[in-house]
């Protein structure tokens, strides 16, 4: 049988590889193991349902420390009518002594076996033998009591916890620590837990370096074992990570039958070509069956799915697995290279897996509905998965999507939740409700500051020192007047801002009014700081002024990249074209777009450009050489409604903070003096 | 100073502990290391912000298995005036060639210095040497292409993910598997993060014997050491379980003092009586400072803070603590006996602790805010923390109070949440809303199943099997007619119930009816099961009848135990009484009640009481001997409104499976012929 690249759904695909393995007798719990009940069981999943050998209490335990006393020996006693008993030791042979008798027990001493019930120490006089009060409360002579008390009352009877043969735990119980004393408690000392399956990560792909490599163009850090790896351990996988393996189908076929010889699962991550998939599946169709080659999810699509054939593996595996595994199969599945493909594959396909061999239930994320902050466009057959920020501004839960892009892991790192575009939708708009599965507990999310705007490296320093403060920085980088419109529809707490007013020479305050009318503002200066032209080390155009980006300037065939339409840095540059009366046409790669300063930096660092208009803080990250033109200041835009709300008093705190003013200064080319100035009031 | 035990706010007594440590230098992460950047890496906490050494991708990369293009020479190509280039390789010196130009790229690959676009392998078509279509797609001699690029279509420019300088990671967060991708990504292979906390554990007390020990009146099993380790080790500290010192001052002195010059923290848990606290006490304030003898939070008052000196700790700790620890204080917490005390002294204590320690945000439970199923009555004075079970029946979020006892570990393993009623209230009435901070995530919430009513030892069996068909059984106790109670309240799914109508001789009906008015209802049966007495093995009584219960009868002087009020057996029990014409009163013990059918056979078990009427299979779990006098039928009911809900499908399911079946028959005296029978559907 031989299956082509051929998306087909994501149930579907699901569906196929579990027949597969009930056919393989695979869909089951791998194994038992019986482990020491110690802290290393935490985390594990019990195999079988846990009866109580033994009670607890295993004997009727004194709850205090006092006297026991049978109960119908205290009837009658009153406060202006004592009864007093004698107290025996519990050696005492009580056919000797005279009813009423008593004894001390501590707090968990066996009640004596004519006792039924216990009088608190501190609710009886202690008497010598000649009937005085005595210091010795815990060895007198007799006790005076003033209150009758009622049977058992201050006894723990026996199983009052736990009874002999009931249920403690079932079968399939991910272990908690109070579980771990409820099963000693009920007289287990070792436990039975399902093995861990063991899965084989094998990174293969010819352009692959392992970290740590000194890069040159075209190696790609091999990092995607090291995530798999994290996964499956904390999926309660046993995971194996293989060296890198080139792409030589030999190599790979040898390495893949070793592994699935001596492994539950093997994952074959293979680069992220389109022909890099091709030997994947054509290995899986030369070892066993291919069941699966494509699916119709985003990001992911290029996953196989399929069995391999290893005579051998029983052997292998027989030492630690009490139930007989007489498969001689072994699941393969072909993750994607990109790594946010790879890691939503395991996600996907790998944790219901391991879910079922360790026989607990799958993973399920919790979920809620959060209002889109911008439109999403997603290939109606797909189920399109979109990483989101998630961050409650004002009494709506936004979810603001990241970037799509599947080479981006850094989306993942930011990301508080998944946001599913079902298949069968072309995708959704801005302000339409959608489910977002949280990464994050909600409690997390309600302290994190949305902030949006235009782009500046004091902003990672901001989301540096506030993790410190228990806060959380999520921005967006939409340039300033993007930031000003989102900041109108309710969608984040703070914009940061620099958006020259040409006709007056004052920042910001026009454009708020502009884009957010009606809406009352604080208005607080972040920084001052120089803009320029951003160059490579040593110029080597001997670029001056924004006089030499144009084709009509020196001629010296200068490549610019701007910043998108929107961003203060490209008003300000239009500003002073204009001044110059320079036409944009004039410029070549005028048209040609970045995000933030860094984008623009980055740029001219791998001489897709010559130079752009940027931040000093920019060229410094990049070691490239910059050219001060011009100064501006940064100011933060929020608006009243959130500028006394405790989530963002920790933010204010930090522009007071001079460790966090020290840091900012450190930068080149920024200016502290003018930090935390009030600019505008409403 | 002295301390004497007097319970300060729990609040108060934070701050104590703080500033103690605050003052000794301790209030901060106690120290830094360098890890290498591996699985184990999961779950650590970053020491420093991880700043970004290389760009990711740090080149501009192909996006596509395609033909890397300059995006000029596309322009004008169209479905009928298609453009032709030639293909380089590239090792070719492109100054001997001709543009338009192109060069085959796979994925990932390096784009050519001269081209700045990529036209995916799909949307060309591939020529031979004399301009004919090729089947060699990757090494053709030129392509034709029927439509435009733009520039820096289908790539990947430098930095698209990471931009070497940008913060990757702030300090104190908590590393995940994605985290550790983008950390190699931007160029480390070793991360700095907070050292684990090292906390030693000292089970103190002569009473304790280790898990596993055969047990005698009055040992108590030692298995706090292993909850509170297994906590330790969940929060991300250190644990050391120190083996048992019994109650020797000069011992525990010693163990302290050796225990603090190796840890960060010393956790002595002392046995639960009064007298072993003071006990601790003495050895705090003889080592260092006591701080708080007594804290006013249930369960766990008598807790114990204080810190121990010891000069010689700087030099153990020198090695794995790049901070110096200029401190001689260790940190001591004396944690109470009890099991359930000992787990919440920990969570909150200890938890805030380790988490400043180690630099991460404090735990935080999600809350919710549910309905309190029963009257909850607490001391004014405490925060009191009510273990609680919590569900959803109908469209109200339920908290049902579970045993209260501190030495009730199975509440802790059996809570969904903690419901804190805070000092200043003497309690909650039933039905008023209590905030939960659950344990457990909502969906595992929504998938429980509120059982109430009488007990069985089949709802222990069904609670095993369902926890294989991903539901969970949450029963209650509380009699067939609270039961029924329960249900009209809209407090439970299902109920238990085995109520003989003594008029009809039929069960359950006329009492549904009755308690249940207006509410229809779906009666199913579930077992015939056997009712008797259960005696002492060998029955030393010689017991044969109701009539051998009666002081009036042979006057064996038979002590009685019986079940609560409004319980299936015991309407039975004065049923069969009022037949016989015994007169309650006659009877020793009846008042005496119990709850459940295994607290009745426990009592006998313990020679508390002679006999009780239960079930045969109460008997056989404690190795008693039982007279079978009677059969009874016991259904389960369910509210219509339920009956077809997805989440009792399972349970519906369970009746007619055979291996269910055969596993409630191997219970004594019972009878699965009826089982799933209809008695009633409304």
Redesign the interface.
Known sequence: MSVYLHDIPLSQAQERLRQALQEADLWRVLGVEEIP???N??GRVTAE?IWAE???????AS?M?GFAVKAGDTNGAQPSSPIQLSVVSNRSSISNLQSPISQYV?????LP?WA?AVIP?ENVESLDEHGEITSAI?SPASIRIRASVT?WSHV??????????????????VL???????I??SGH?TIKVARKPKVAILPTGT?LVP??SK?K??D??E??S??????I??MGGE?T?YPITKDDFDLICGRVQEAAQTHDLVLLNA??????EDFSSRVVEKLGTLLVHGVAVRPGHPVILGMINCQSKIENRKSDNLIPDTSHLTPIIGVP?Y?VSA?LTIDIFVEPLLAKWLGR?PL????EEATLTRKLVSPAGDDDFVRVAVGRVGDKLLAAPLSR?A????S??QADGLALIPSGTQGMEAGEKVQVRLYR????IEKTIFCIGSHDLTL??I??F???H?RRLASANVGSQGGLVALRRGEAHIAGSHLLDTQTGEYNISYIRQYMPNIPVKVVALVGRDQGLIVRKGNPKGIKSLGDLAGTGQGRGVQFVNRQRGAGTRVLLDYHLNLMTISPDSIAGYY?EEY?H??V???V????ADCGLGVAAAAQ??DLDFIPLFQERYDLVIPKLFADDDLLAPLFDLLADSRFQEAVSRLKGYDVSVMGNSILED
Chains 1, 2 share one sequence.
């Open positions: 009940l110690d802290e069981a935490l349902p033994v009670s607890s209490p295993h004997y009727h709850a420390d501590d707090t968990g001493d066996p076996g039924n120490i815990r049977p723990r009877p026996l199983g009052e916890d736990i009874v002999a043969t009931q249920l403690v735990l079932p079968t399939g119980h908690r620590p109070a579980d771990l004393g409820a000693a408690a000392q352009e970290i740590g890069l163009a075209g790609i850090l990092y995607n090291l995530v798999i790896a994290s996964q351990k904390q995971p990570r680069g992220s070509s389109a022909g890099a290279g790594p890691a239930r399920e994320l919790p979920t892009g080479g981006v892991i850094t993942l790192v507990n909600k409690s997390e990672d320093l989301a540096q506030l993790a410190e228990d040609q933030t860094l984008g930096a980055a740029a660092a791998s001489e897709r990250a990049l």
